[in-house]
């Protein structure tokens, strides 16, 4: 038995998408999940932030000494992924979300949404270009949909957020995709307005892809734990609970521990 957790990060609280993917697949491994949200969004800032944050992050849930870690934010995953390079077998959003695009798309018209930073990296169409090189990728950043999503706007009556989502779905409607990949972890709350704004089209849900992905790695693990949570984040924890329950669609009783990232200097 190893009970050991896995460690999951997020720049604040979309990689909960990947821990609600996580919870069905393994819910007997512990998990251990940090939200920067003191520093959110990321997707806005340079790639040497981006790093250090990154860096910062990883250095804290090492602390944990984890099996495996999850790096369930598209943004650190595409601009700083070395940071993460901590000797512990980890994944990432961006290749499982793209191998399972290019495995579904019919027409060869995929369409990415992605932080700024995530689609400035071109590391998303990088991935394309080596897994089927016939498949066409319109990029786009949705660079307003981070803040509206932590501010849990993204009920299917939020006018606000249907006029964004229409609005960024408008070079996907003219380039003929049928597959999109949500390519932000943030974005898979907002999935009945992509949806609604793209009828037929397939959404692909990075941070649930990034979940799959550790299948491989966990067949080769040894199991272990009692399925416990434990959540951390940056900034004040008071409210954590309701934010949580949005995003993992269930009653969050744990609390969450705020931490002084900081604190963890390289
Ligand atoms: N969840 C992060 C991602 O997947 C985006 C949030 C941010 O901009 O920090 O890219």
Known sequence: MDGRPIAVFDSGLGGLTAVSALIGLYPNENLVYFGDTGRVPYGTRSRRTILRFSAQAARFLMTFDPKALVVAC????????????????SVGVVEPSVHKAAAVTRSGRVGLLATPASVRTGAYSECMRKTDPLVTLTER???????LVEAGRVGPGDRVAALLVEEYCVPFREAGIDTLILGCTHYPLLTGLFAAALPGVTLINAGAEAAGALRGLMERAEPGGSGSLRFFVS???????????MFLQREVAE?????DIEDFLL
Do not use: I, N
């Open 74 to 89: 598209g943004t650190a995953g595409t601009a700083a992924m070395e940071a993460f390079d901590c000797g512990v077998p």
């Open 141 to 147: 950043d949705g660079r307003l949909l981070v803040p």
């Open 235 to 245: 900034d004040d924890a008071e409210g954590f609970s309701e934010q949580a329950a």
């Open 255 to 259: 609390m969450a521990e705020g931490v």
